[in-house]
C-alpha cells in the first residue's frame, strides 16, 4: 500500500513538473517570437535606411551643380537682342535642356513659385514689395528651389506682396 501511496506522489510531481515544463515551453515561445518580430523590423529598418541613401546618396554633388542652373538662367537673360537667335546661342540652350534632364532623371524638381503663396517649408523670403496683389502672395522670383526625391535641398528665394500703407 505504501507504494501506491508513493506513486501517486509520483504521479502529482509529473504533473506539476509538465505543467512547469509547459509554461516554460510557453515562455519560450513567447521570448522567441518577439525576437522574430524584432529580427523582422530591423530587416524593414534596414531596407528604408538602403532606399533613403540610394535617394539622398548624391544630394552633395546635385547641391554643388545647382548653382549652373542659375547661371544659365542667369546668362540667358544678359544676352543682347541681336544675338538671340544666334546658332551659339541654340548650342548652349540645348547643353541647358540636358543639364536640367540629368537634374530631372536624378530626382530633382524644381520648386514651382511665382504667383503660389508663400510656404515656409519651400521658400525663403528675399523681399517684400508693395502690391496690389494678395499679401503673401509671391510676386517675384529671385533664385529658384529645389527639391530631391520630394526633399527640399534649396528653397526659393522669393519676393512676397504686401499691403501698400492706407492713405490719410
Known amino acids: 500500500m505504501k507504494q501506491n501511496h508513493d506513486d501517486t506522489k509520483g504521479t502529482?510531481?509529473?504533473k506539476?513538473?509538465?505543467?512547469?515544463?509547459?509554461?516554460?515551453?510557453?515562455?519560450?515561445?513567447?521570448?522567441?517570437?518577439?525576437?522574430l518580430a524584432d529580427y523582422q523590423n530591423?530587416?524593414?529598418?534596414?531596407?528604408?535606411?538602403?532606399?533613403?541613401?540610394?535617394?539622398?546618396?548624391?544630394e552633395d554633388m546635385i547641391l554643388q551643380l545647382l548653382p549652373l542652373a542659375?547661371?544659365?538662367?542667369?546668362?540667358?537673360?544678359?544676352?543682347?537682342?541681336?544675338e538671340k537667335n544666334s546658332s551659339w546661342l541654340e548650342g548652349?540652350?540645348?547643353?541647358?535642356?540636358?543639364?536640367n534632364k540629368i537634374l530631372q532623371d536624378n530626382g530633382v524638381e524644381e520648386i514651382k513659385s511665382l504667383g503660389e503663396?508663400?510656404?515656409p517649408q519651400l521658400h525663403e523670403v528675399a523681399a517684400e514689395e508693395e502690391s496690389t496683389e494678395e499679401e503673401g502672395?509671391?510676386?517675384?522670383?529671385?533664385?529658384?528651389?529645389?527639391?530631391?526625391?520630394?526633399?527640399?535641398?534649396k528653397p526659393a528665394k522669393v519676393i512676397i506682396a504686401k499691403q501698400g500703407g492706407e492713405e490719410k
Do not use: S
Open 42 to 58: 530591423l530587416q524593414k529598418d534596414t531596407v528604408k535606411q538602403l532606399d533613403d541613401f540610394r535617394k539622398y546618396a548624391n
Open 137 to 153: 502672395k509671391i510676386i517675384k522670383v529671385t533664385q529658384v528651389g529645389f527639391t530631391l526625391q520630394g526633399k527640399v535641398i
Open 16 to 35: 506539476h513538473d509538465e505543467h512547469e515544463d509547459c509554461l516554460k515551453c510557453a515562455e519560450y515561445m513567447a521570448g522567441w517570437k518577439r525576437a
Open 92 to 99: 548652349i540652350k540645348h547643353i541647358q535642356n540636358y543639364f
Open 12 to 14: 502529482k510531481n509529473t
Open 117 to 119: 503663396k508663400f510656404d
Open 70 to 82: 542659375d547661371y544659365f538662367t542667369h546668362a540667358f537673360d544678359q544676352v543682347p537682342e541681336a
